[in-house]
């Protein structure tokens, strides 16, 4: 790929215009949409000409945008114009989201060195595209996806050309500040939201609301809030040393901004619908005024208090009396919880060490009552049934800012962890963990280690939730999808199911993000402190068994992709130490051989659409595994001679065996490499015991040619097989891996040979050749087309196993007889 790449770049060198055009249409030609669904082979191609583009992009950078946006346009038509059949929706998303991901990988490498003109031309093109993804419903988790991808397009376009986002923004303000319409379009707006502003742009921006706020309809001002709140946040996560430089030396022009838009927010917010929904904007221009808000705490104290900050005072006061139920409306304690959450979120992002700093007073006074009224089960928190994510949005975000302020004296932890509280508690508690570990930390933020004890309380909820799902507990209604607001994370939805209790989330969902943790913190479930050697090895395997479990729910794809990276994860050489600690070697032995069987099983048993990606994932495992025994290398066959071992190593070969003769060049190309991976876990074990290679590994010398001739260039699925049967005829042993392999093999030959010998006829009778072909092949594959195209290939895979047969029929009829009458 990098001599490719080499090659490319002089080719540009000499004739930049049309080489980088020809890329840009052989990137085109190879999107989903114009190819059809994609395989792995194709897969690797977009790849490489992605990588491509981003490479030319640093030194094409306007012609590569050029090319991309207009690529992204002719994507978006095809849609508008009705070109999209149903069944061929997800071509048209992922080549969105191939185009959005490569233009945001550009921008994020643009040089500075492009020109007005050109900047001007791709930004106002790029723009127009981009607008049509922000005023997309959300229909479904791929929007979603397009959505948060086209966001961090926007990102990347406006750190390198602000000016020319800005003023499209400015535009729409003026626009709507002059015009009557009863239904403006606001997307112009909610660019705010998705753009990188340091303190000098956040100043430009918040001048411009000031100037335009006042003139604006009712029906704008709650997007421009909504939007001017997230854009604060993207910039103390962007740029969290400006907001603490701010703390230290205030920013005059800053203050003066949020100062003049604080009054004016104060002037709007007449009913308490309206205070609802520019209190939590309010704090935060409070926070962004240090000055003033320490003049306004301090009041509290008997210092003297500025007559022109009254209704500031005023406003803290009434947030704090708010806080408290039944001391005033409803609606008013639902604004004070929302406003005291962002009040708590920003303190964490000032350094602890500045333990004198006005807002950490400010905080104590109220977490208290918040805590109270946000974690109470026996009154829990709740808004109406249509704000139920984002209850759960606050929750989350009050729990972990909860966290970073006293991480020691948490009483929502001991909320959320109890078993006999809704689920709703449990899903925050799993979501919150979860952002600890994988936002960006700053430095006085408390790392996720101490609730390292709480790892059997997390276990428990795991096993439970496993078993409510796979047993099925969980009821089977359609689920209906809610979009999270503000989780930063913003890779998911929410999926409740249709009760009419508000804290009814989806065991489901609860599932795959405790999976999710799993992956991102594995010490947050294998911690067993103070316990003996056997209660470790029984908690890691019950942990273990249950991720194996999902892997096999194909009902639900996502949580099984995710129990299969939390398993790799897992089994990385540290982490397996930490197993057993007390015994590390016979546990491994134990616990990844029963992981090995029940996965070589399934596969052997075709019961695993996702054939080929579960081979890659099982290669990943069995690389692990052998970093880990080479670690362990003078103990490495401690414990190894346990039944389930043995078994393990059995379906294996049995597995590698049998997929041999699949059609898919993909799958026998993986099982011909994993080949080499028992012949280098021989290579550990035998030098321990004195252990020969023909006692663990009879087969070892053809294993290697096997997985040797995998890497050479192949040039056909019939050339591929006659190389693998050359080389199967060399084996001399019959293992009884091999032996059952070729049986299974035998099965299923006999099987689709009645079906062939019998086609025409069952073509004619209810399918049924369709059938026979889903029972032995359709399971092996991940689309199905025509019959005449399923047909096609039954008698290549019929081929293939006959081919097999015949290779391994000397060896193995050798030890027993032909299983049949």
Not at 342 to 360: E, G, W
Not at 753 to 758: E, F
Request: proline share 4%.
């Amino acid at each position: 790929m990098l001599m490719c790449f080499e090659i490319f770049s002089t080719m540009v060198t000499q004739k930049p215009v049309e080489w980088v055009s020809a890329l840009i249409i052989r990137f085109e030609e190879q999107l989903p949409c114009r190819s059809g669904p994609q395989t792995t082979h194709s897969r690797i191609n977009v790849e490489q000409n992605k990588e491509s583009l981003i490479n030319i992009s640093k030194h094409k950078f306007s012609m590569v945008i050029s090319g991309l946006t207009r690529i992204l346009h002719s994507v978006n038509e095809m849609r508008t114009h009705g070109q999209i059949q149903p069944e061929f929706e997800n071509n048209f998303y992922e080549s969105q989201l191939i185009v959005l991901d490569t233009l945001e990988k550009c921008l994020s490498w643009q040089p500075k060195e492009t020109t007005r003109y050109d900047e001007a031309m791709n930004v106002k093109a790029l723009l127009k595209e981009l607008c049509q993804f922000i005023d997309m419903p959300n229909e479904n988790l791929m929007v979603v996806h397009l959505k948060n991808l086209a966001s961090k397009v926007l990102f990347a376009l406006s750190l390198n050309n602000f000016g020319a986002v800005f003023s499209r923004i400015s535009a729409r303000l003026e626009e709507l500040s002059k015009t009557n319409e009863e239904n403006p379009d606001f997307i112009d707006i909610e660019l705010v939201q998705h753009i990188n502003v340091d303190v000098g742009k956040l100043v430009k921006l918040l001048n411009e609301i000031n100037q335009k706020l006042k003139y604006l309809k009712k029906n704008a001002h709650h997007i421009l809030m909504v939007s001017l709140e997230k854009v604060i946040w993207s910039w103390m996560d962007t740029y969290p040393q400006e907001f603490m430089e701010l703390q230290k030396k205030p920013n005059e022009e800053l203050a003066d901004c949020c100062d003049r838009l604080f009054e004016l927010l104060d002037s709007f917010a007449e009913s308490n619908k309206k205070k609802a929904s520019v209190w939590p904007l309010q704090i935060m221009l409070l926070v962004l005024c240090p000055k003033i808000l320490e003049e306004i705490v301090n009041a509290d104290s008997g210092a003297p208090c500025s007559p022109r900050h009254f209704r500031k005072r005023q406003f803290v006061e009434s947030v704090k009396k708010a806080l408290v139920p039944h001391a005033t409306s409803k609606q008013l304690t639902e604004a004070a919880a929302m406003t005291c959450v962002k009040l708590c979120k920003c303190s964490t992002y000032i350094n602890i060490l500045d333990s004198n700093n006005v807002v950490f007073a400010l905080v104590q006074s109220v977490i208290s009552d918040l805590k109270f009224l946000l974690f109470n089960p026996s009154k829990p928190f709740s808004r109406s049934q249509s704000s139920l994510n984002q209850d759960i949005d606050l929750m989350i975000d009050c729990f972990v800012s909860c966290f970073r302020i006293n991480p020691h004296n948490n009483e929502a932890l001991k909320v959320c962890l109890n078993p006999n509280f809704p689920s709703t508690y449990h899903f925050v508690l799993v979501c919150s963990l979860y952002r600890i570990i994988t936002q960006p930390r700053l430095t006085w933020w408390p790392k996720i280690d101490i609730v390292y004890n709480k790892a059997p309380d997390l276990r428990c909820m795991f096993n439970d939730t496993v078993t409510k799902v796979t047993q099925g507990c969980v009821s089977h209604n359609p689920l209906r999808m809610i979009q999270s607001l503000t989780l930063k994370e913003k890779v998911s939805t929410l999926k409740f199911k249709e009760k009419s209790s508000e804290d009814s989330l989806s065991y489901k969902n609860l599932l795959l993000w405790m999976v999710r943790l799993i992956r991102a913190a594995p010490m947050l479930m294998l911690n067993n402190q103070g316990k003996t050697r056997h209660e470790i090895q029984s908690s890691t395997q019950e942990l273990i068994n249950g991720l194996v479990a999902l892997v096999h729910q194909t009902s639900m794809p996502d949580v099984s992709q995710e129990a299969m990276e939390a398993l790799l994860i897992l089994h990385q050489p540290d982490n397996i130490e930490m197993w057993n600690p007390e015994a590390p070697i016979n546990t491994f032995w134990d616990v990844s051989s029963q992981v090995l069987f029940s996965i070589s099983q399934k596969l052997i048993q075709h019961q695993i659409v996702n054939y080929c990606e579960l081979l890659k994932w099982l290669r990943e495992i069995l690389k692990c595994r052998n970093a880990f025994l080479l670690r362990n290398k003078d103990y490495a066959n401690l414990g190894s001679n346990v039944a389930v071992s043995r078994q393990a190593h059995i379906k294996l070969e049995v597995v590698f065996f049998m997929y041999l003769w699949s059609i898919e060049i993909d799958a026998v190309l993986v099982t011909m490499s994993c080949f080499v991976l028992l012949c280098e876990e021989t290579d550990i074990r035998r030098g321990q015991d004195d252990l020969s290679v023909t006692y663990l590994l009879p087969n070892y010398c053809v294993y290697q040619e096997l997985a040797a001739a995998s890497t050479v260039l192949t040039t056909g699925r019939a050339a591929l097989q006659k190389r693998i049967m050359a080389l199967l005829r060399k084996i001399e042993h019959c293992t009884q891996g091999c032996s059952q392999a070729w049986e299974d093999t035998f099965l299923n030959w006999e099987v689709v040979t009645k079906l062939l010998i019998s086609y025409p006829k069952t073509k004619l009778e209810e399918g049924q050749i369709c059938e026979g072909f889903h029972r032995t092949i359709g399971k092996r594959r991940a689309s199905h087309q025509s019959t005449e195209h399923d047909l096609e290939d039954q008698l290549n895979e019929w081929a293939n196993m006959t081919g097999f047969l015949c290779a391994l029929g000397g060896v193995c009829l050798q030890r027993k007889p032909l299983p049949r009458p």
